[in-house]
């Protein structure tokens, strides 16, 4: 168990549709990480938070949008979901600001839009 | 794309074996690190290896990094089928966030 939670673990929607994903990281970690997993794409980064502050931006579509919390937890939006987006989608966390250390990952949720 | 290719892509031994994956990767790093990840769960830290260093051991783990072939190694000696996973590198070339690349998929039979 990596600390991190991650819901809800499964999520079916259809074209068109909102979702939102929500993550916990580890006690005392600051920083909060969007992975998108999928079979073509690999392991994408998307986003980083670093204390309620976005701190990096990757591969994030504009319907996509996130958001970190004072008391640390994240929520991850995706809108206008395509079946394209239908994938893993995990979070990470981790001490550090500026330190591409160990990163703690949790469950995923696995998306899938029909 | 800078993100580090594992070799092989699939990879079927027996117990008791040794398992050797390989990353290499196109520019120069801070950092590589190599995480497993179970089918369908989320990515396991397994081991960190900065750039100023030529091998690090965890248990059965050993790693390997020659940066003048931008290239890394990781081996898990004596397998067991609870090594059956994904293998994934992910390079720090400088942005503090990891790529990852797209794993090396172990397969042990018992």
């Known amino acids: 168990d990596s600390g991190v939670t991650q819901t809800p673990k499964h999520l079916i929607t259809a074209t068109g549709q909102r979702v939102t994903l929500r993550c916990s990281p580890r006690s005392g970690d600051l920083s909060v990480y969007w992975y998108q997993q999928s079979l073509d794409q690999g392991l994408q980064f998307l986003i980083q938070y670093y204390n309620g502050e976005e701190r990096a931006k990757g591969n994030i579509l504009e319907r996509f949008s996130a958001q970190q919390f004072p008391d640390l937890h994240s929520e991850l939006n995706l809108s206008s979901l395509e079946l394209g987006d239908s994938a893993l989608y995990f979070c990470?966390?981790?001490?550090?600001?500026?330190?591409?250390?160990?990163?703690?990952f949790g469950p995923g949720t696995r998306l899938t839009v029909l | 794309s800078q993100q580090g290719e594992e070799d092989p892509q699939a990879l079927s031994i027996q117990e008791g074996e040794n398992a050797t994956m390989n990353c290499s990767y196109k520019?120069?790093?801070?950092?590589l690190q190599w995480y497993r990840q179970n089918s369908g769960r989320g990515l396991v830290h397994l081991i960190l290896i900065r750039s100023n260093e030529r091998e690090k051991h965890s248990g059965r783990l050993r790693v390997t990094l020659d940066t003048s072939k931008k290239s890394s190694s990781l081996l898990i000696t004596a397998s067991r089928a609870a090594d059956t996973a994904s293998y994934f590198c992910?390079?720090?070339?400088?942005?503090?966030?990891?790529?990852f690349g797209r794993g090396t998929s172990l397969i042990v039979h018992p």
């Open positions: 992910a390079t720090d070339y400088g942005s503090y966030i990891p790529t």
């Open positions: 990470a966390s981790s001490v550090y600001r500026d330190r591409a250390d160990e990163q703690f």
């Open positions: 520019t120069s790093i801070n950092n």
